[in-house]
């Protein structure tokens, strides 16, 4: 990192449904909080970035950037980033491009997605945007059936059985009983899983994150510092279509992005010690933790065996399987989580890896917890 930038400032809506908000007021919500637990005022924020991805699609809304600007008193020059569901993380990883730079000093970056709204199957159209349209979307597929077709090659591979897949829901919603902000908050157990209703092959209603409204906001800066300093940001992209990559088992973009953000870091993956990582399916839990190297090929599945044994937690929020995934939302809502259990704990390193599509842009971002290096960014919640 060219300079030292600092989370100083996280707020976010409970995710789920929100019948009476739109994107406006979402945004407003997170915003309001971030800003109230920052060591600033609004108008130290010389700049805002926007993740969102399906504006246009599900409210007839674009122009985004400029609508969250709206939202504080001085009206700063604001962008929006789009990346499907990793649009949250891109948009952090272009906010700290800024601070590095010296072009701002406070950057108020929000990310936002309002889904319920519409009905799944709009939903399930809209979202095929972050799929190859000649490729993926002609053959019928949606994202249940993208990674439909990657379980069901990984347990040929690696031979899964669907009762060990069932362990992954089972424990996401065992975690997000105790996050407040998470949509569903009740057990879930491994039967229930592989019992509940086919969406694709072998995917069942409880392997899929839901569909989601909800809002994250982070204030980064170089100028006011704060217990949370980003240690590495890092983005890595691969093939939109899985028809077009040598493997659909193991995805490239998250060990590139992994590879160079220890490298950037200077942090040891033995020395991490909260993941937030992208469990859009119960199978790509698994394949993010080989990915990012905490588990051989064919072996991710262990963690969720008995995620006690191990010194590193993983989705301790809940994840996107009972957090919920508004999907532009997500990247910065995982931040914000990594960083409550940092403080929590009072360990050093954490870790959240976003992807969109079917991991075609990766994101993963290392975070420094010092706890005598300045305030709390979650003091007021
Ligand atoms: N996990 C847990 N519960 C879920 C759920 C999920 N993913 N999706 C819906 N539910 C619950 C609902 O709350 C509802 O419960 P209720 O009857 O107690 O109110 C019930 O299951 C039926 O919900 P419904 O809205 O009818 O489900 P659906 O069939 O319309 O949608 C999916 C289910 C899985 C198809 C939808 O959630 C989906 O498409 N998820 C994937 C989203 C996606 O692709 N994101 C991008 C990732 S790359």
């Given at each position: 990192m060219q300079r030292d930038t600092f989370l100083i400032g996280a707020g976010q809506t409970p995710f789920g449904e929100h019948w009476n908000k739109g994107i406006?007021?979402?945004?407003?919500?997170?915003?309001?909080?971030?800003?109230?637990?920052?060591?600033?005022?609004?108008?130290?924020?010389?700049?805002?970035?926007?993740?969102?991805?399906?504006?246009?699609?599900?409210?007839?809304?674009?122009?985004?950037?400029?609508?969250?600007?709206?939202l504080l008193p001085h009206h700063p020059p604001a962008l929006r980033v789009e990346s499907a569901c990793a649009s949250g993380a891109v948009a952090l990883h272009t906010a700290i491009g800024l601070l590095e730079s010296?072009?701002?000093?406070?950057?108020?970056?929000?990310?936002?997605?309002?889904?319920?709204?519409?009905?799944?199957?709009?939903?399930?159209?809209?979202?095929?945007?972050?799929?190859?349209?000649?490729?993926d979307l002609s053959a019928g597929l949606t994202f249940p059936g993208i990674f439909g077709l990657v379980a069901t090659r990984y347990m040929y591979e690696h031979g899964l059985s669907r009762e060990d897949?069932?362990?992954?829901?089972?424990?996401?919603?065992?975690?997000?009983?105790?996050?407040?902000?998470?949509?569903?908050r009740s057990a879930v157990s491994s039967h229930d899983v592989s019992k509940s209703t086919l969406v694709a092959d072998p995917l069942r209603l409880l392997d899929c994150s839901p569909i989601s409204d909800g809002a994250a906001a982070v204030i980064l800066s170089t100028?006011?510092?704060?217990?949370?300093?980003?240690?590495?940001?890092?983005?890595?992209?691969?093939?939109?279509?899985?028809?077009?990559r040598?493997?659909?088992?193991?995805?490239?973009?998250?060990?590139?992005?992994?590879?160079?953000?220890?490298?950037?870091?200077?942090?040891?993956?033995?020395?991490?010690?909260h993941l937030e990582l992208h469990d859009c399916f119960s199978i790509a839990a698994v394949i993010n933790l080989e990915d990012l190297g905490f588990f051989e090929p064919g072996k991710g599945v262990d963690y969720y065996r008995n995620p006690e044994a191990y010194e590193f937690t993983v989705n301790r929020s809940g994840g996107l399987k009972g957090c919920g995934h508004p999907v532009a939302a997500t990247g910065i809502k995982q931040m914000i989580d990594v960083c409550k259990q940092l403080e929590r704990s009072g360990k050093h390193y954490g870790l959240t890896q976003n992807f969109g599509g079917a991991c075609a842009t990766c994101a993963v971002h290392i975070v420094e917890h010092r706890a005598a290096a300045g305030a709390s960014p979650f003091s007021t919640q």
């Open positions: 406006r007021e979402l945004m407003d919500d997170a915003v309001d909080k971030a800003i109230e637990a920052a060591p600033c005022s609004a108008l130290d924020i010389d700049c805002v970035i926007v993740a969102n991805m399906l504006g246009e699609s599900l409210s007839n809304q674009a122009h985004i950037g400029a609508i969250a600007a709206a010296g072009r701002a000093e406070t950057v108020l970056v929000v990310g936002v997605e309002k889904m319920t709204d519409a009905s799944t199957d709009h939903v399930a159209a809209a979202l095929m945007g972050a799929a190859d349209a000649e490729r897949l069932s362990l992954v829901s089972s424990i996401h919603h065992q975690f997000a009983k105790e996050n407040p902000y998470a949509q569903f100028k006011h510092k704060s217990s949370m300093r980003i240690a590495a940001t890092q983005l890595a992209t691969d093939s939109v279509s899985l028809a077009d040598p493997t659909i088992t193991s995805f490239a973009a998250t060990r590139e992005a992994m590879h160079s953000a220890l490298a950037e870091s200077d942090v040891r993956r033995e020395q991490i010690d």
